[in-house]
Every structure is written in C-alpha cells, then in structure tokens.
C-alpha cells in the first residue's frame, strides 16, 4: 500500500508491520480528533454567532454526563495506546532464544561488524534473510544509534556498555544504515547498508571471506598472549576464578550481591577488575583499560563464551 509513496521506507523485517500498524493508529486517531475539533469550531463559530448587536449567550452550567464522557473516553484511549505500544516494545526487546549474533563497534564515523566466524566489514553487513539477529553494539569514542528504517529498528550505542538491538528480516535486499545520533562533523556520512541475502547465498558469502579464525578463536590466542592463563586456570589452582562453564551463570560476589556473566559484565571484569569480585577471589587483576581495543575485548569475551560449554571444575 506504501511501497509507491516515499513517505514510508519498505517494510522487510516481521517487526515493520507491527510498528506501521501502531503507527498508523496514532496517526489516524489524531487526523480524526484534529478535524474533529477544528470541524467543531467552525460550525460553531458560524451556527452560534452574533445575529443582534444586543445579542446574549444562553447562561450554561456543568454537565455532569459531559464530564465524565471526556474523562473515562481520553483514558480509554491512552490506555489501548499504552497496551498497545508496551507490546511491540516488549517484542522489540526480547530478542528469541536462538539467534545469530553480530557485533558491532560504532567509530567516528563508520560501522564495524565483527561475525562470530571471523568475518568482519565495515559499513557493510550481510545477513541471511528469515534468521533473527542480535546485534551486540558499543562505542569506541561517543554515543551512536544504529538504524535500519526497513527493519524499524533503532538503538543508542553508547562507549563503556553493551548495548542490543534485534531484527528478523523478511525479504533479501540492501537496506539503508544510518547513525541516529548526532555525533560529529561527519555524523551524516555514517551510513552503510544491510545487506540480507537467502541463507544458501550468506554460506557462500560467509566462506568466501577471509579465513581469519573464528572470534573465540582470536580471543583464545589474545587471551594467552596477554597472559590470563596463568591466572585463570582450568585446573581451580589459579589466583583468578576459573573461565570454563562461567558464562551465563550467575555467580555471588564478596558483597554477597548476585550478577549473571553476560557480556557486559565480562567486559567490565577485563577493564575494571576490581567493581565486581567473585567471592572468595582477591582483588589483584590488573586493569586491562587501554591496553585492549574494543575488537580485542569482543574477542576475550567471545572466547569466554565460547567456553560455556565446558564442565566447570568445582571451585572453592
Ligand atoms: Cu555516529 Cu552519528
């Protein structure tokens, strides 16, 4: 219905449609109450005018009937919105179980998407269509918003944190990328494209590229060369807890406090070692702050992630 108006930008994710449908609902509901009242005012103005210089307007008192009708009808009307758009906000935050993983590191001014076999473009990210995808995304240097009109997708990427956004696109094609954040002088150039292929053409794609080794695979190596093996060890005799098993579960630190191992917190346990220590463990990891890029850190992650399979020997 839209596709030949430029107004709207195509529809190619199973969000779209659910967003649109909102959307035209809040668009409709105003165009009516808008002409509604301005109807209103001008059949008035005119039905109730000033026919004699002497004329005087019928003195009129509350309406109990008036009053209630333009109480509950409004709150009516905010509440579907409300149910309403809480909905698809929910679904738009919830990303399924099983979805493909990307991540993404926003820069002054580009897009760097790192896939979980190596792969890695910049400006450019090629997915498989009918697949949900996860976007995992921070900053290197100031907030950026990653925006993909077609999917109706939008979310801040802010330096320092993890931010997620998901989408499941519906038709292969390139879609429009842009950066939604003003965030420098080139903040307009910050854009590339979505490119969403059938799943045989992305293996094609996928075994095309460069044989890099895989992001855990990296992260295993780094994660050797900068030494961590030697304190978190498989074995439970090192000083650090151990890796194996760890994430996604959820650990009690010295404070007694809860926190599940997601990425972010691995993230904040390389660059902050000392915010959240596993109980029983002492505060002697050095910070990793500066020595490490946003990359490297994607990679020490995945790898830890990529050990959650193991068993996890019994720790203290
Ligand atoms: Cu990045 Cu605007």
């Known amino acids: 219905m839209w596709s030949g108006t430029p107004l709207f930008p195509e529809r190619a994710s199973t969000m779209a449609s659910r967003v649109d449908a909102l959307y035209l609902f809040l668009v409709a509901l105003t165009a009516f109450f808008s002409l509604l009242i301005a109807g209103l005012i001008v059949s008035y103005a005119i039905k ?68 979980l076999d190596g792969q890695r473009e910049i400006d450019e990210l090629h997915v498989p269509v009918g697949r949900a995808v996860k976007m995992i995304m921070t900053s290197e240097d100031v907030i950026h918003s990653f925006f993909v009109p077609a999917f109706r997708v939008k979310a801040d990427v802010l330096p320092g944190r993890y931010t997620n956004v998901w989408f499941q696109p519906t038709h292969p094609g390139r879609y429009h990328l842009f950066c939604a954040e003003y965030c420098g002088t080139k903040h307009s150039g910050m854009i590339g494209e979505v490119v969403v292929m059938e799943p045989s053409d ?45 994430f996604g579960k959820t650990i009690t630190l010295q404070n007694g406090e809860k926190v599940v191992v997601d990425e972010a917190y691995v993230r904040e346990s390389i660059l902050m070692p000392s915010a959240k220590i596993t109980a029983g463990f002492q505060p002697i990891m050095p910070t990793f702050q500066g020595l490490v890029t946003e990359e490297q850190l994607l990679q020490l992650v995945e790898y830890v992630k990529s050990l959650q399979g193991l068993p996890q020997v019994q720790t203290r």
């Open 48 to 115: 109730y005018r000033r026919r004699a210089p002497d004329d005087v307007g019928a003195n009129i008192h509350g309406s109990m009937l008036l009053e209630i009708g333009w109480t509950a009808g409004p709150f009516l009307i905010v509440m579907v919105i409300f149910v309403w758009s809480a909905s698809v906000f929910f679904a738009m935050s919830s990303p399924p179980d099983e979805t493909l993983n990307i991540y993404v590191v926003g820069k002054q001014w580009m897009w760097k998407f790192q896939h």
């Open 202 to 246: 992305y293996q094609t794609w996928l075994s095309g590229g460069v044989p890099e080794g895989s992001l855990a695979s990296a992260g295993a190596k780094l994660f050797a060369d900068l030494a961590c093996n030697t304190c978190h060890r498989s074995d439970a005799q090192g000083r650090g807890p151990v890796l194996e098993g760890l």
